[in-house]
Protein backbone atom coordinates (compact mmCIF):
# COMPACT_ATOMS: atom_id res chain seq x y z
CA UNK A 1 0.00 0.00 0.00
CA UNK A 2 1.09 3.20 -0.72
CA UNK A 3 2.34 5.73 2.05
CA UNK A 4 0.92 8.91 2.69
CA UNK A 5 2.95 11.60 3.15
CA UNK A 6 2.45 15.59 3.66
CA UNK A 7 5.15 18.34 3.15
CA UNK A 8 5.40 21.26 4.92
CA UNK A 9 7.66 23.87 3.15
CA UNK A 10 7.37 21.92 0.31
CA UNK A 11 8.84 24.85 -2.22
CA UNK A 12 11.85 25.83 -0.36
CA UNK A 13 15.43 23.78 -1.00
CA UNK A 14 14.02 21.10 1.76
CA UNK A 15 11.09 20.63 0.38
CA UNK A 16 12.11 20.25 -2.77
CA UNK A 17 15.05 17.73 -1.96
CA UNK A 18 12.14 15.51 -0.34
CA UNK A 19 9.93 15.91 -3.73
CA UNK A 20 12.77 15.32 -5.73
CA UNK A 21 12.91 11.63 -3.64
CA UNK A 22 9.28 10.99 -3.70
CA UNK A 23 8.73 11.94 -7.65
CA UNK A 24 11.15 8.77 -8.19
CA UNK A 25 8.80 6.37 -7.04
CA UNK A 26 5.88 8.06 -7.56
CA UNK A 27 3.61 4.61 -6.78
CA UNK A 28 5.03 4.04 -3.49
CA UNK A 29 3.89 7.06 -1.97
CA UNK A 30 0.40 9.27 -1.94
CA UNK A 31 0.89 12.87 -1.12
CA UNK A 32 -1.83 14.34 0.78
CA UNK A 33 -0.65 17.69 1.62
CA UNK A 34 2.20 20.28 0.36
CA UNK A 35 2.69 23.64 1.75
CA UNK A 36 5.12 26.57 0.23
CA UNK A 37 4.68 30.47 0.78
CA UNK A 38 5.20 33.62 -2.06
CA UNK A 39 6.08 30.45 -4.74
CA UNK A 40 2.62 29.62 -6.25
CA UNK A 41 3.80 28.34 -9.54
CA UNK A 42 6.56 25.89 -7.67
CA UNK A 43 3.39 25.06 -5.02
CA UNK A 44 1.17 23.92 -8.05
CA UNK A 45 3.24 22.17 -10.44
CA UNK A 46 4.83 20.11 -7.41
CA UNK A 47 0.97 19.41 -6.33
CA UNK A 48 -0.05 18.37 -9.62
CA UNK A 49 3.23 16.24 -10.62
CA UNK A 50 2.75 14.44 -7.30
CA UNK A 51 -1.00 14.09 -7.41
CA UNK A 52 -1.49 15.96 -4.26
CA UNK A 53 -4.95 16.16 -2.07
CA UNK A 54 -4.30 19.66 -0.98
CA UNK A 55 -2.00 22.68 -1.94
CA UNK A 56 -2.07 25.24 1.23
CA UNK A 57 0.10 28.85 0.55
CA UNK A 58 0.91 30.66 4.43
CA UNK A 59 0.00 33.56 2.14
CA UNK A 60 -3.36 33.92 2.56
CA UNK A 61 -3.70 36.88 -0.20
CA UNK A 62 -2.80 34.56 -3.08
CA UNK A 63 -5.51 32.11 -2.49
CA UNK A 64 -7.09 33.02 -6.03
CA UNK A 65 -3.61 32.58 -7.29
CA UNK A 66 -2.96 29.48 -6.37
CA UNK A 67 -6.88 28.23 -7.07
CA UNK A 68 -5.81 29.65 -10.58
CA UNK A 69 -2.69 27.66 -10.83
CA UNK A 70 -4.20 24.67 -10.07
CA UNK A 71 -7.51 24.75 -11.91
CA UNK A 72 -8.67 21.85 -13.45
CA UNK A 73 -6.61 19.48 -11.46
CA UNK A 74 -9.44 18.71 -8.95
CA UNK A 75 -6.73 19.15 -6.39
CA UNK A 76 -7.83 21.31 -3.07
CA UNK A 77 -6.18 25.33 -2.97
CA UNK A 78 -5.91 26.61 0.83
CA UNK A 79 -4.45 29.44 2.59
CA UNK A 80 -3.56 30.82 5.63
CA UNK A 81 -2.69 29.79 9.29
CA UNK A 82 -5.34 28.21 9.90
CA UNK A 83 -5.45 26.11 6.57
CA UNK A 84 -2.16 25.02 7.02
CA UNK A 85 -2.95 23.86 10.64
CA UNK A 86 -5.72 21.87 9.45
CA UNK A 87 -3.47 20.21 6.09
CA UNK A 88 -1.29 18.94 9.16
CA UNK A 89 -4.42 17.45 10.68
CA UNK A 90 -5.19 15.63 7.82
CA UNK A 91 -4.18 11.62 8.55
CA UNK A 92 -0.65 10.72 6.91
CA UNK A 93 2.12 8.38 7.65
CA UNK A 94 5.44 10.78 6.79
CA UNK A 95 5.31 14.14 7.54
CA UNK A 96 8.09 16.53 6.60
CA UNK A 97 8.55 19.60 8.56
CA UNK A 98 10.57 21.90 6.34
CA UNK A 99 8.41 25.62 7.09
CA UNK A 100 11.87 27.83 8.04
CA UNK A 101 11.61 29.06 11.72
CA UNK A 102 9.01 29.31 14.44
CA UNK A 103 6.03 28.96 12.16
CA UNK A 104 7.05 25.50 11.39
CA UNK A 105 6.65 24.27 15.13
CA UNK A 106 2.21 24.03 15.12
CA UNK A 107 2.14 22.06 12.33
CA UNK A 108 4.65 19.50 13.34
CA UNK A 109 2.96 19.05 16.61
CA UNK A 110 -0.17 18.48 15.05
CA UNK A 111 0.97 15.88 12.56
CA UNK A 112 2.97 14.13 16.19
CA UNK A 113 -0.58 14.24 17.51
CA UNK A 114 -2.30 12.48 14.91
CA UNK A 115 0.60 9.45 15.12
CA UNK A 116 2.64 10.24 11.48
CA UNK A 117 6.27 9.92 11.79
CA UNK A 118 8.11 13.29 11.48
CA UNK A 119 10.87 14.10 9.50
CA UNK A 120 11.84 16.83 11.62
CA UNK A 121 14.12 19.43 9.47
CA UNK A 122 12.71 22.75 11.38
CA UNK A 123 15.25 23.10 13.91
CA UNK A 124 13.70 25.82 15.60
CA UNK A 125 10.87 23.24 17.35
CA UNK A 126 13.51 21.54 19.22
CA UNK A 127 14.97 25.04 20.31
CA UNK A 128 11.55 26.90 20.92
CA UNK A 129 9.78 23.72 22.55
CA UNK A 130 11.59 20.21 22.91
CA UNK A 131 10.36 18.97 25.58
CA UNK A 132 6.46 19.65 24.55
CA UNK A 133 7.52 18.09 21.19
CA UNK A 134 9.25 15.02 22.89
CA UNK A 135 6.52 14.86 25.03
CA UNK A 136 3.84 14.80 22.34
CA UNK A 137 5.46 12.33 20.55
CA UNK A 138 5.99 9.67 23.65
CA UNK A 139 2.02 10.79 24.54
CA UNK A 140 0.90 9.61 20.72
CA UNK A 141 3.68 7.02 20.54
CA UNK A 142 4.85 8.66 17.44
CA UNK A 143 8.45 9.01 15.74
CA UNK A 144 10.63 11.78 15.31
CA UNK A 145 13.45 11.50 12.66
CA UNK A 146 16.22 13.95 12.71
CA UNK A 147 16.56 15.72 9.42
CA UNK A 148 19.93 17.86 9.93
CA UNK A 149 22.82 16.58 8.54
CA UNK A 150 24.61 16.36 11.78
CA UNK A 151 22.06 14.89 13.86
CA UNK A 152 21.12 12.70 11.19
CA UNK A 153 24.31 11.60 11.22
CA UNK A 154 24.51 11.42 15.16
CA UNK A 155 21.42 9.04 14.69
CA UNK A 156 22.70 7.03 12.52
CA UNK A 157 25.99 6.24 14.77
CA UNK A 158 23.73 5.00 17.82
CA UNK A 159 22.09 2.30 16.11
CA UNK A 160 22.59 -0.43 18.03
CA UNK A 161 24.00 1.48 20.88
CA UNK A 162 23.26 2.38 24.44
CA UNK A 163 23.20 5.95 25.38
CA UNK A 164 24.90 5.03 28.76
CA UNK A 165 28.06 4.05 27.02
CA UNK A 166 28.28 8.10 25.43
CA UNK A 167 30.88 10.03 26.17
CA UNK A 168 30.29 13.05 24.17
CA UNK A 169 28.92 13.65 20.93
CA UNK A 170 30.80 15.92 18.22
CA UNK A 171 28.98 17.65 15.85
CA UNK A 172 30.74 19.76 12.85
CA UNK A 173 30.40 23.55 11.01
CA UNK A 174 32.02 23.84 7.80
CA UNK A 175 32.23 27.65 9.02
CA UNK A 176 30.31 29.19 6.68
CA UNK A 177 31.02 31.99 4.30
CA UNK A 178 33.45 34.05 6.52
CA UNK A 179 35.69 31.29 7.55
CA UNK A 180 38.71 32.43 6.26
CA UNK A 181 37.86 36.43 6.41
CA UNK A 182 40.05 38.57 8.79
CA UNK A 183 38.09 39.09 11.97
CA UNK A 184 38.20 42.84 11.13
CA UNK A 185 36.26 42.21 7.59
CA UNK A 186 33.05 40.66 9.22
CA UNK A 187 31.50 43.81 10.64
CA UNK A 188 31.22 45.27 7.09
CA UNK A 189 29.95 41.76 5.77
CA UNK A 190 26.71 42.47 3.36
CA UNK A 191 23.95 39.91 3.27
CA UNK A 192 24.50 38.87 0.24
CA UNK A 193 28.62 37.87 0.87
CA UNK A 194 27.08 35.91 4.25
CA UNK A 195 24.49 33.98 1.80
CA UNK A 196 26.92 31.98 -0.54
CA UNK A 197 27.79 28.85 1.27
CA UNK A 198 30.95 26.79 0.95
CA UNK A 199 29.61 23.36 0.59
CA UNK A 200 25.68 23.20 1.25
CA UNK A 201 22.92 24.39 -1.36
CA UNK A 202 20.40 25.84 1.45
CA UNK A 203 17.74 28.63 1.96
CA UNK A 204 19.46 32.01 2.33
CA UNK A 205 18.53 32.27 5.97
CA UNK A 206 20.33 28.84 7.37
CA UNK A 207 23.06 30.09 4.99
CA UNK A 208 23.21 33.44 6.60
CA UNK A 209 23.21 31.37 9.79
CA UNK A 210 25.69 28.91 9.21
CA UNK A 211 27.87 32.05 8.56
CA UNK A 212 27.10 33.32 12.11
CA UNK A 213 27.03 29.77 13.47
CA UNK A 214 23.65 31.03 14.60
CA UNK A 215 22.81 27.21 12.71
CA UNK A 216 25.58 25.43 14.87
CA UNK A 217 24.19 27.34 17.96
CA UNK A 218 20.60 26.06 17.42
CA UNK A 219 22.00 22.82 16.47
CA UNK A 220 23.96 22.34 19.78
CA UNK A 221 20.49 22.63 21.44
CA UNK A 222 18.36 20.73 18.98
CA UNK A 223 21.33 17.72 20.12
CA UNK A 224 20.60 18.18 23.74
CA UNK A 225 16.94 18.55 23.20
CA UNK A 226 16.76 15.69 20.66
CA UNK A 227 19.19 12.90 22.10
CA UNK A 228 18.62 14.06 25.92
CA UNK A 229 22.54 14.80 26.23
CA UNK A 230 24.32 17.00 28.66
CA UNK A 231 25.26 20.02 27.58
CA UNK A 232 28.98 19.36 28.49
CA UNK A 233 29.03 16.53 26.57
CA UNK A 234 28.59 18.35 23.24
CA UNK A 235 31.40 19.82 21.53
CA UNK A 236 31.86 21.90 18.25
CA UNK A 237 34.87 21.46 15.73
CA UNK A 238 34.97 23.44 12.46
CA UNK A 239 35.42 21.09 10.04
CA UNK A 240 35.89 22.90 6.28
CA UNK A 241 35.37 19.83 4.59
CA UNK A 242 31.97 19.28 5.54
CA UNK A 243 32.39 15.93 4.77
CA UNK A 244 32.33 14.31 8.14
CA UNK A 245 28.40 15.61 9.67
CA UNK A 246 29.28 14.30 13.68
CA UNK A 247 30.67 11.73 16.00
CA UNK A 248 29.82 10.08 18.96
CA UNK A 249 32.53 9.21 21.82
CA UNK A 250 31.65 5.94 23.71
CA UNK A 251 33.36 5.27 27.12
CA UNK A 252 35.32 2.78 25.67
CA UNK A 253 37.18 5.57 23.60
CA UNK A 254 35.69 4.61 20.20
CA UNK A 255 34.63 7.21 18.10
CA UNK A 256 31.83 6.68 15.71
CA UNK A 257 32.26 9.45 12.48
CA UNK A 258 29.46 9.90 9.99
CA UNK A 259 30.96 10.36 6.44
CA UNK A 260 28.80 11.76 3.51
CA UNK A 261 28.25 14.30 0.83
CA UNK A 262 27.03 17.43 1.81
CA UNK A 263 23.61 16.78 0.08
CA UNK A 264 20.11 16.55 2.16
CA UNK A 265 18.89 14.18 -0.02
CA UNK A 266 21.04 11.39 2.53
CA UNK A 267 19.56 12.83 5.69
CA UNK A 268 16.36 12.89 4.06
CA UNK A 269 16.28 9.35 2.50
CA UNK A 270 17.29 7.95 5.87
CA UNK A 271 14.23 9.53 7.16
CA UNK A 272 12.00 8.43 4.52
CA UNK A 273 13.50 4.85 4.46
CA UNK A 274 13.77 3.81 8.20
CA UNK A 275 14.67 1.36 9.46
CA UNK A 276 15.71 0.54 5.72
CA UNK A 277 18.61 1.84 3.88
CA UNK A 278 17.76 2.34 0.27
CA UNK A 279 19.97 3.28 -2.85
CA UNK A 280 19.81 7.21 -2.56
CA UNK A 281 21.03 9.73 -5.48
CA UNK A 282 23.99 10.82 -3.67
CA UNK A 283 27.27 11.41 -4.70
CA UNK A 284 29.78 8.29 -3.25
CA UNK A 285 33.03 10.27 -1.62
CA UNK A 286 36.12 9.53 -3.20
CA UNK A 287 38.38 9.86 -0.06
CA UNK A 288 41.55 9.01 -2.00
CA UNK A 289 40.73 12.20 -4.43
CA UNK A 290 39.34 14.43 -1.41
CA UNK A 291 43.07 13.05 0.63
CA UNK A 292 42.70 15.35 3.72
CA UNK A 293 40.01 15.69 6.35
CA UNK A 294 40.40 19.07 8.57
CA UNK A 295 39.66 19.57 11.57
CA UNK A 296 39.77 22.31 14.19
CA UNK A 297 38.35 24.19 17.15
CA UNK A 298 35.69 26.95 16.78
CA UNK A 299 37.02 30.39 17.73
CA UNK A 300 35.11 32.55 20.38
CA UNK A 301 35.54 35.68 19.17
CA UNK A 302 34.33 34.78 15.46
CA UNK A 303 31.55 33.11 16.46
CA UNK A 304 29.73 34.27 19.96
CA UNK A 305 26.88 32.12 19.41
CA UNK A 306 28.11 29.16 20.35
CA UNK A 307 28.56 31.47 24.06
CA UNK A 308 24.99 32.52 23.75
CA UNK A 309 24.14 28.80 23.09
CA UNK A 310 25.54 27.41 26.09
CA UNK A 311 23.95 30.22 28.07
CA UNK A 312 20.37 29.44 26.91
CA UNK A 313 21.06 25.74 27.70
CA UNK A 314 22.02 26.85 30.99
CA UNK A 315 18.95 28.73 31.49
CA UNK A 316 16.28 26.35 30.11
CA UNK A 317 12.81 26.89 30.08
CA UNK A 318 11.79 29.29 27.76
CA UNK A 319 14.99 30.59 27.19
CA UNK A 320 15.31 28.38 23.98
CA UNK A 321 12.25 30.49 22.20
CA UNK A 322 13.80 33.67 23.46
CA UNK A 323 16.84 32.88 21.69
CA UNK A 324 15.53 31.80 18.79
CA UNK A 325 12.75 34.65 18.35
CA UNK A 326 15.56 37.13 18.95
CA UNK A 327 18.04 35.39 16.32
CA UNK A 328 15.27 35.21 13.53
CA UNK A 329 14.63 38.83 14.37
CA UNK A 330 18.45 40.11 14.36
CA UNK A 331 18.46 38.04 11.05
CA UNK A 332 15.78 40.19 9.89
CA UNK A 333 17.48 43.36 10.67
CA UNK A 334 20.43 41.98 8.80
CA UNK A 335 18.88 41.24 5.55
CA UNK A 336 17.05 44.49 5.64
CA UNK A 337 20.29 46.03 6.01
CA UNK A 338 19.68 47.85 9.49
CA UNK A 339 21.98 46.04 11.80
CA UNK A 340 25.35 44.84 10.87
CA UNK A 341 26.57 41.02 10.74
CA UNK A 342 28.60 41.02 14.42
CA UNK A 343 26.02 42.63 15.92
CA UNK A 344 23.42 40.42 15.13
CA UNK A 345 24.98 38.58 18.25
CA UNK A 346 25.20 41.39 19.97
CA UNK A 347 21.14 41.78 19.53
CA UNK A 348 20.35 39.01 20.33
CA UNK A 349 22.39 38.79 24.26
CA UNK A 350 20.51 42.22 24.68
CA UNK A 351 17.40 40.90 23.60
CA UNK A 352 18.32 37.38 25.95
CA UNK A 353 19.26 39.47 28.82
CA UNK A 354 16.37 41.84 29.58
CA UNK A 355 14.15 39.11 28.89
CA UNK A 356 15.40 36.67 31.43
CA UNK A 357 15.44 39.58 34.17
CA UNK A 358 11.97 40.38 33.51
CA UNK A 359 11.11 37.76 35.73
CA UNK A 360 8.31 34.93 35.08
CA UNK A 361 8.59 33.95 31.66
CA UNK A 362 11.79 32.27 30.58
CA UNK A 363 10.19 30.29 33.74
CA UNK A 364 6.77 29.45 32.59
CA UNK A 365 5.90 25.75 31.44
CA UNK A 366 6.87 24.77 27.86
CA UNK A 367 3.40 25.00 26.66
CA UNK A 368 2.41 26.59 22.95
CA UNK A 369 0.54 29.24 24.06
CA UNK A 370 3.39 30.45 26.40
CA UNK A 371 6.12 29.28 23.46
CA UNK A 372 4.18 31.70 21.38
CA UNK A 373 3.69 34.62 24.33
CA UNK A 374 7.60 34.47 24.01
CA UNK A 375 8.01 34.45 21.39
CA UNK A 376 6.01 37.83 20.29
CA UNK A 377 7.23 39.80 22.96
CA UNK A 378 10.80 39.12 22.27
CA UNK A 379 10.57 40.12 18.35
CA UNK A 380 8.95 42.94 19.51
CA UNK A 381 11.49 43.53 22.26
CA UNK A 382 14.52 42.99 19.60
CA UNK A 383 13.18 45.57 17.24
CA UNK A 384 13.39 48.31 20.07
CA UNK A 385 17.00 46.65 20.85
CA UNK A 386 18.25 47.38 16.83
CA UNK A 387 16.07 50.57 17.47
CA UNK A 388 18.17 51.79 19.77
CA UNK A 389 21.87 50.41 17.42
CA UNK A 390 20.28 52.06 14.59
P1 LIG B 1 13.79 27.66 2.66
O1 LIG B 1 13.80 29.09 2.99
O2 LIG B 1 14.45 27.19 1.42
O3 LIG B 1 12.26 27.13 2.62
C1 LIG B 1 11.38 27.45 3.66
C2 LIG B 1 9.98 26.93 3.38
O4 LIG B 1 9.11 27.38 4.43
C3 LIG B 1 9.35 27.45 2.08
O5 LIG B 1 8.51 26.45 1.55
C4 LIG B 1 8.53 28.64 2.56
O6 LIG B 1 7.46 28.95 1.70
C5 LIG B 1 8.04 28.14 3.89
N1 LIG B 1 7.72 29.20 4.85
C6 LIG B 1 8.51 30.25 5.19
N2 LIG B 1 7.92 30.99 6.14
C7 LIG B 1 6.72 30.39 6.40
C8 LIG B 1 5.66 30.67 7.30
N3 LIG B 1 5.69 31.74 8.12
N4 LIG B 1 4.59 29.84 7.32
C9 LIG B 1 4.53 28.77 6.50
N5 LIG B 1 5.52 28.45 5.64
C10 LIG B 1 6.61 29.25 5.59
O7 LIG B 1 14.39 26.90 3.94
P2 LIG B 1 15.23 25.54 4.00
O8 LIG B 1 16.66 25.85 3.80
O9 LIG B 1 14.58 24.49 3.18
O10 LIG B 1 15.07 25.17 5.53
C11 LIG B 1 13.87 24.65 6.06
C12 LIG B 1 14.11 24.16 7.49
O11 LIG B 1 15.04 23.08 7.44
C13 LIG B 1 14.74 25.21 8.41
O12 LIG B 1 14.26 25.02 9.70
C14 LIG B 1 16.22 24.87 8.35
O13 LIG B 1 16.91 25.26 9.51
C15 LIG B 1 16.18 23.36 8.24
N6 LIG B 1 17.36 22.76 7.62
C16 LIG B 1 17.66 23.08 6.32
C17 LIG B 1 18.77 22.51 5.73
C18 LIG B 1 19.11 22.80 4.28
O14 LIG B 1 20.02 22.19 3.73
N7 LIG B 1 18.42 23.69 3.60
C19 LIG B 1 19.60 21.63 6.44
C20 LIG B 1 19.25 21.33 7.76
C21 LIG B 1 18.12 21.89 8.34
MG1 LIG C 1 22.86 21.03 10.01
Redesign the pocket.
Known amino acids: MARKVSI??????????TIDLIARAPRAYEVVAL?????IAR?AQDAIRLGAKIAV??DESRLDELRGALAGSGIMAAAG?TA?LEAAAMPADWVM?????A??LE?GLIALRGGATLAL?????LVTAGPLLMATARASGARILP???EHSAIFQALVGEQMEAVERIIITASGGAFRDWPLERLAHATPAEAATHPN????????I?SASMF?KA?EVIETKEYFGIDPRQIEVLVHPQSMVHALVGFNDGALMAHLGAPD?RH?IGYALHYPQRRDLPVERLDLAKLGLLEFRAPDDLRYPALRLAREVMAAGGLSGAVFNAAKERALDGFIAGRIGFMQMADVVEEALTQMSSQGGHIDADITLDNVHKIDQLTRARTDEVMERLG
Open positions: FGATGSIGQSSGGQNLTARLSAIVGAGPANKESVDSWDMGQRITDNLMA
